[in-house]
């Protein structure tokens, strides 16, 4: 029996996959607090000063991510190679008791470090906390964290170890996996991925296969010379028996604005304006792009939601928690509850330069009694403003958002807040009550279940159809829609009586 165990645990192949890991959004891996106290959180670094990702931050994601897939394969040892694939303790029954054991992962992943010559631009963000009865921030709510500008792309390199005992097929297919996930651009790592951060893809993919039956893989191996050795795959095609538990809901969808948009950032210099909109650093760019982050939109998605629910008569604090995360503020106190990850994520989107220009616009405060300019309260804010006339249909902002294992009365939801955002009811960024950030719907695509639609404005005539068929009015497609805002309303209605006092 040893002997059979020692004969199953002999190596015969080696993966070796090698490529870059570009950042598509900024990253957050928290290193704790800054020393000198110019941020909450900053990310970690190496000895070098540069921010690296530890191997422990995308194995750990990468296993969660494959947890949410179903296997339809017809392998009968599965999920004994499951197990000996991604490692970790599992219970076995031995003479009828139920052991603890633990196996080690046969596939590793490297430290992503910066490549050698480039640097990484990392820069501070801050962050408030809005109180949703009031609207306004909270005292003592504002916070900063550093972050990794996208477009940089890490040194990535895995291995796969396969043994005598293993199954190569299904080994070849977790590979496989691994490799159109993180191909696909939608994988995302470290903190902050329910707002739009840490989306992030694999380039210039290249992968080995050493054979140790063959003298000539073991010399390449250990000599470091891959030029004969070379696994050819398409990275792209999800292996087929692999399929996703949960249904997912998506809306991408395209707008211009009426007037200005400003989501406000401080940049320190004297001689610049007191607000500017924000922008990012992007490596690959030469120069700043104003975009529109995940957290401002989320912010203005969930007090929309809120009222919506609470207008309807629900309880829309306890009902988006599921929705949007939850953690508790008064972790000591004895109805401590445990914290709850949220289920949609809205991603960071860059404005094209093309379509707009900023011009400083000067503001003064005025004294409501006398009618006159109040000493030392000029300011000025530079906000982007769109080169388009009001009727053009030049995208400017992007929203896109998905609702992992989603709700139909969850769908519902964001269908009438898409409706509010493309009928100028809802504004987002900055200084809104001067009328800033005010939007107009041009199109936009919307998944579930089976079925894509879309819908464009043309004119003053809005079209809703099926993904693929003539533009038009789909009538089935506008009743399924439908049928989800009227899924809100029931929802509502069975749990009105969890509604708390004094919810507005």
């Given at each position: 029996m040893l002997n059979k165990t020692l004969e199953g645990a002999a190596i015969v192949k080696r993966i070796l996959l090698k490529a870059k890991l570009e950042l598509i959004s900024p990253l957050i891996i928290?290193?704790?607090?800054?020393?000198?106290?110019?941020?909450?959180?900053?990310?970690?670094?190496?000895e070098n000063g540069q921010p690296f990702i530890p191997s422990s931050s995308i194995t750990g994601a990468l296993k969660h991510a494959f947890d949410e897939y179903?296997?339809?394969?017809?392998?009968?040892?599965?999920?004994?190679?499951?197990?000996?694939?991604?490692?970790?303790?599992?219970?076995?029954?031995?003479?009828?008791?139920?052991?603890?054991?633990?196996?080690?992962?046969?596939?590793?992943?490297?430290?992503?470090?910066?490549?050698?010559?480039?640097?990484?631009?990392?820069t501070i963000r801050d962050g408030i906390k809005i109180n949703r009865k009031t609207g306004i921030v909270e005292t003592h709510k504002?916070?900063?964290?550093?972050?990794?500008?996208?477009?940089?792309?890490?040194?990535?390199?895995?291995?796969?170890?396969?043994?005598?005992?293993?199954?190569m097929e299904l080994f070849r297919s977790f590979f496989n996996w691994i490799t159109a996930i993180l191909s696909g651009g939608e994988f995302a790592i470290g903190a902050r991925t329910g707002q739009g951060f840490g989306c992030c893809k694999l380039e210039d993919l290249t992968a080995y296969e050493f054979d140790y039956r063959k003298p000539e893989h073991i010399i390449a191996w250990l000599s470091g010379d891959y030029s004969n050795v070379l696994l050819v795959y398409d990275p792209l095609q999800l292996p087929r028996a692999f399929h996703p538990r949960h249904k997912q809901f998506h809306i991408k969808a395209e707008f211009n604005i009426k007037n200005a948009l400003i989501v406000g950032s401080y940049s320190g210099n004297p001689q610049?304006?007191?607000?500017?909109?924000?922008?990012?650093?992007?490596?690959?760019?030469?120069?700043?792009?104003?975009?529109?982050?995940?957290?401002?939109?989320?912010?203005?998605?969930?007090?929309?939601?809120?009222?919506i629910i609470n207008t309807l008569g629900g309880n829309g604090l306890d009902e988006l928690k599921g929705l949007f995360g939850w953690v508790d503020d008064k972790p000591g106190s004895p109805e401590h509850k445990e914290a709850i990850r949220g289920r949609i994520k809205i991603e960071e989107k860059q404005i094209a330069w093309e379509s707009y220009y900023?011009?400083?616009?000067?503001?003064?405060?005025?004294?409501?009694?006398?009618?006159?300019?109040?000493?030392?309260?000029?300011?000025?804010?530079?906000?982007?403003?769109?080169?388009?006339?009001?009727?053009?249909?030049?995208?400017?902002?992007?929203?896109?958002?998905?609702?992992?294992?989603?709700?139909?009365?969850?769908?519902?939801?964001?269908?009438?807040?898409?409706?509010?955002?493309?009928?100028?009811?809802?504004?987002?960024?900055?200084?809104?009550?001067?009328?800033?950030?005010?939007?107009?719907?041009?199109?936009?695509?919307?998944?579930?279940?089976?079925?894509?639609?879309?819908?464009?404005?043309?004119?003053?005539?809005?079209?809703?159809?099926?993904q693929g068929d003539n533009p038009g009015w789909d009538e089935k497609m506008t009743e399924m829609l439908e049928n989800r805002v009227a899924a809100l309303i029931d929802h509502i209605e069975k749990n009105k009586g969890n509604r708390k006092r004094g919810d507005v």
């Open positions: 928290g290193g704790g607090r800054s020393l000198y106290g110019d941020s909450d959180v900053i990310v970690l670094k190496d179903e296997y339809t394969g017809d392998a009968s040892d599965y999920e004994e190679n499951k197990r000996w694939f991604w490692g970790g303790e599992y219970h076995l029954k031995v003479d009828g008791e139920c052991v603890k054991r633990s196996c080690q992962s046969a596939f590793v992943i490297a430290d992503m470090m910066v490549p050698e010559g480039s640097r990484a631009p990392v504002k916070f900063d964290f550093e972050i990794v500008e996208p477009g940089i792309a890490f040194d990535f390199k895995m291995e796969v170890l396969i043994r005598k005992a293993f199954d610049a304006p007191d607000k500017v909109h924000i922008k990012s650093r992007n490596h690959n760019q030469s120069k700043d792009i104003a975009i529109l982050p995940g957290t401002s939109l989320r912010g203005v998605i969930r007090s929309r939601a809120e009222r900023e011009e400083i616009q000067y503001r003064v405060k005025i004294d409501r009694f006398t009618g006159g300019a109040m000493n030392n309260a000029l300011f000025d804010s530079m906000p982007l403003w769109s080169k388009d006339s009001k009727d053009s249909n030049e995208t400017m902002v992007t929203l896109e958002l998905s609702i992992n294992e989603y709700k139909d009365w969850e769908a519902g939801l964001m269908l009438l807040i898409l409706k509010d955002m493309w009928n100028g009811d809802l504004a987002v960024g900055g200084e809104k009550n001067v009328g800033r950030g005010v939007l107009r719907g041009l199109s936009a695509s919307i998944s579930l279940e089976n079925a894509k639609i879309e819908i464009k404005q043309d004119g003053e005539q809005l079209m809703i159809y099926r």
